[in-house]
């Protein structure tokens, strides 16, 4: 039986940790009840986002058990599990393929750039050894090795491949895609430098995968709802172009460190980042808290600020407690 496809917003979470840089596993459930209440489909955990690059391979097997345990509802727990290298990431997807996992996402292990023919073995390898639904990423940019329109189609010829997300700025080649008319749900990132998010839903895309959400889950699964009236059409403008100014500042820096910091100084439970990155501070930082000031999303959400723009939720004092 074919896999369901998964629809609308694909949030990419970002993982929260403790001011010694353990995970803090309440801080996890408090960022999944957070998505469950404003409507997200489902959540990447350990994607970029999620500074997976520096989880080490049994922290990401603990974060896959501990986190299905706190599963509820409908949304979908879906986790990144590429490795250094293939037989590191097949190890992460049986366990969480074991564990019960919705879903889980692959790119090509960073650094190792291999041919195209190469990296289309292992994509499927992956998918062979998969129990749940498979995702593939194409982020080039990342990890140096760059899908062609034609390669992903083969791809996902394989019944368990179910899901792309492209982070290419080729349109055309989300049309190709598009055209092939297989059984898979096409799904770009929401860079807005990019310019993938009109194309892909105007061509029948599924949504997107997405790391605005951490900070506007619900504007976010606006934006993702699949057209089929163009009263979804209008939502998705009215909405996008509103948002638009904090979704080029969740770009300003390198993923993921302008919305970790951004949510960290609105009260959410995000903890420091694992080094070498650091966060925003002064300026840089005061900018995006002064857009979400201007989207007057503030109280939707519990974000409250006073006049200097200093947070003052009981979770912001945990947050700067840290």
Request: hydrophobic residues 45%.
């Amino acid at each position: 039986m074919a896999h369901k496809l998964l629809t609308g917003s694909f949030v990419a979470l970002m993982t929260p940790f403790n001011e010694d840089y353990s995970v803090d596993w309440e801080g996890f459930r408090t960022l999944l009840e957070f998505q469950a209440a404003h409507g997200t489909s489902a959540v990447l955990i350990m994607g970029s986002t999620g500074e997976a690059s520096m989880l080490a391979p049994d922290e990401k097997k603990e974060i896959i058990s501990k986190t299905l345990a706190m599963r509820t509802g409908d949304m979908e727990l879906w986790y990144g599990c590429t490795g250094a290298h293939t037989d590191a990431t097949l190890s992460t997807v049986r366990h969480a393929s074991a564990e019960g996992a919705n879903g889980i996402v692959v790119t090509i292990p960073s650094y190792v750039v291999p041919p195209e023919a190469d990296s289309i073995d292992y994509f499927i390898e992956v998918a062979d050894a998969a129990t749940v639904p498979v995702g593939v990423y194409n982020n080039p940019t990342r990890v140096k090795t760059d899908l062609s329109a034609e390669a992903m189609i083969k791809i996902a010829s394989h019944e368990n491949i179910v899901l792309l997300k492209e982070a290419t700025s080729r349109g055309n080649q989300i049309a190709q895609i598009a055209r092939a008319g297989q059984h898979l749900s096409i799904m770009c990132c929401d860079s807005p430098n990019l310019g993938l998010v009109m194309q892909v839903m105007s061509l029948g895309g599924h949504g997107t995968a997405n790391m605005g959400g951490n900070i506007i889950p619900a504007e976010m699964a606006t934006i993702s709802v699949p057209w089929k009236d163009f009263a979804q059409v209008e939502a998705f403008r009215e909405t996008y172009l509103r948002v638009l100014p904090l979704l080029h500042f969740h770009y300003s820096a390198i993923n993921p460190v302008a919305v970790k910091a951004l949510a960290r100084a609105l009260g959410l439970p995000a903890g420091p980042f694992r080094r070498p990155l650091k966060g925003l501070e002064g300026a840089a930082l005061a900018k995006g808290v002064e857009i979400v000031r201007e989207l007057g999303i503030a109280g939707q959400y519990g974000y409250t600020l006073d006049a200097t723009n200093k947070v003052t939720t009981i979770g912001a004092q945990r947050a700067a407690a840290e």
